[in-house]
């Protein structure tokens, strides 16, 4: 799955080279997937209980949600 980019600027550097840059596409929903579980003050209690994002599960979890997304933006753009 190729990880495209997300707000993208594309311009010429001073050699005339194209250069594009902006946070991938997998880094917007990562960070969007990580903005939704923190905010649930129902996960709050496991997240403290568990030691936070020391133990990995919610950003793990974030990441899961983005390459879920991208799994499905790719099947429906394909249809």
Do not use: H
Not at 30 to 52: R, T
């Amino acid at each position: 799955m190729k990880d495209q980019p997300a707000f993208p600027f594309v311009a010429k550097d001073k050699t005339g080279m194209m250069i594009n840059t902006g946070m991938s596409l997998r880094d917007y929903f990562a960070g969007k997937a990580l903005q939704g579980l923190l905010s649930n003050p129902k996960l709050e209690k496991q997240i403290f209980d568990s030691g936070g994002c020391k133990s990995g599960w919610v950003e793990t979890s974030a990441w899961a949600f983005a390459d879920e997304m991208l799994k499905a933006r790719k099947i429906n753009r394909s249809e």
